[in-house]
């Protein structure tokens, strides 16, 4: 009985987050449509989706954010944004964390997600991961936003992780990308997202979700010979604060 009560909870609880993520888009579609338009109107639209939309999907589920910052980003400078991924809730807490506009490069699979997925396709710079024309594109693309005064953010591990998985495997593009435009990584570590609101279905619940930001990777010295280098030592540094906690 205990247990039946627990799953409806958990139901309810994923149900509550969908309409959480909804109601936002519905109320400002109008808005998000115009701030869509144009790429010159992206920093206001990304305020909106980090105050108007993140925010409240991360405080109404009774998610409070507590972020660790060992080093500040600097206003007007791009970043290459990296972090572990295992929740829908990464998302939101990226928005969060970063006062630095930045743009996501995710699959393009996400663009078939109702609502959300319209906006996605519009705002984000989308790879087909078995594509190398896709893949080639992405480096373009990112270059352009770049150059609007925008940072970046890649999820390195290229997906969700099995279950048991602490922390996959990262694939190269983010590192080879920061090395190639001359941008800082900036390693984050996200510990309580997966126990807060994991992909799997009957999970969840109420908490606080920190994030640590550790200092930069530093990339004007780099040659694209050292992006499996920069890719391992990122890795670690994500990888202990996992560990630890």
């Not at 990304?46 to 925010?55: E, H, I, K, Q, V």
């Not at 507590?66 to 980003?73: A, D, H, S």
């Not at 609502?115 to 893949?135: P, W």
């Not at 495997?169 to 996200?190: E, L, Q, R, S, T």
Request: hydrophobic share 45%.
């Amino acid at each position: 009985m205990l247990g039946a009560i627990k799953n409806v909870g958990h139901v309810l609880y994923r149900v509550w987050f969908y309409i959480l993520v909804t109601v936002p888009i519905l109320l400002f579609f109008p808005i998000l449509l115009l701030l869509t338009i144009s790429e010159k109107t992206y920093h206001q639209f990304f305020w909106l989706a980090r105050n108007l939309w993140a925010r409240p999907i991360l405080y109404g589920m009774g998610c409070f954010p507590k972020i660790l910052r060992q080093q500040r980003m600097e206003r007007g400078k791009s970043y290459m944004l990296v972090a572990n991924h295992t929740s829908m809730l990464d998302i939101m807490l990226m928005l969060i964390v970063s006062p630095n506009p930045f743009v996501f490069v995710g699959k393009k699979e996400l663009v078939s997600i109702p609502i959300f997925g319209f906006f996605y396709k519009r705002v984000c710079i989308l790879v087909d991961r078995d594509s190398v024309k896709s893949r080639t594109g992405v480096y373009r693309r990112a270059q352009k936003r770049l150059n609007q005064g925008l940072s970046i953010c890649i999820f390195p591990e290229g997906g969700v992780p099995e279950e048991h998985v602490v922390l996959d495997k990262f694939k190269d593009g983010a590192f080879k990308m920061a090395i190639a435009h001359n941008i800082p990584v900036v390693p984050m570590a996200f510990l309580d997202n997966k126990k807060r609101f994991s992909f799997t279905f009957l999970s969840g619940a109420p908490g606080p979700i920190r994030a640590i930001v550790h200092p930069f990777f530093e990339t004007g010295i780099l040659a694209a010979s050292d992006t499996s280098t920069l890719r391992e030592e990122v890795r670690q540094v994500i990888l202990e604060d996992l560990v630890k906690n």
